[in-house]
């Protein structure tokens, strides 16, 4: 990496293995596309090289990441390209085989949980993957922490008529 100091590429480095699965999660999550969450991924990791912000604490870090992730989603998500863009990928994960093999109902979860709107994907992976309280979710997405909790609601609810849904048609 020409122009990058050794101690920024280990800065760097270090922040993809603590952070780095989170990041191409929720960019997943947002996204609905591996290709596309991991161009975010790398994208978040430019921003940390290019912006070099320096955090309070890995707290502070982590919602900063947290923040750019959701931002360079919802400008992929607008793009134009993306717009016109055929959209004709399967409900499978994207994640690998090991993901789609024999999962049975983690895959009828998985399935739910992506068909839900964006809004209901990102607090539920910040709330039960991330485990961040309403507080956190809401400073990290700018909401109130009733509109965190209305979306957690939802989105259960959601969740649950598709899997009784799902049970049905079992």
Known sequence: MSGVSLRANETLEATLDVYGNMILRLAYSCLKSRDD?????????????????????????????IRVTINLCRNRLR???????????????????????????????????MSLPEKYR?????????EFSVREIGEVLGL????????????RKLLRERWEAWQDDE
Do not use: C
Not at 42 to 48: A, C, E, I, S
Not at 146 to 154: E, F, G, I, N, Q
């Open 79 to 113: 793009s134009p390209w993306r717009r016109h863009r055929e959209l004709d990928e399967s409900i499978s994960t994207g994640l690998g085989a090991e993901w789609d093999k024999g999962l049975g109902e983690q895959s009828a979860v998985l399935e739910a949980v």
């Open 144 to 155: 109130s922490q009733s509109a965190v909790t209305t979306r957690l609601s939802r989105a």
């Open 122 to 130: 990102t607090v539920l992976d910040l709330f039960y993957y991330e």
């Open 37 to 65: 969450a991991e161009d975010v991924l790398q994208d978040v990791m430019v921003k940390l090289l290019e912006l070099n912000p320096k955090f309070e604490s890995s707290e502070h870090e982590k919602a900063w990441l």
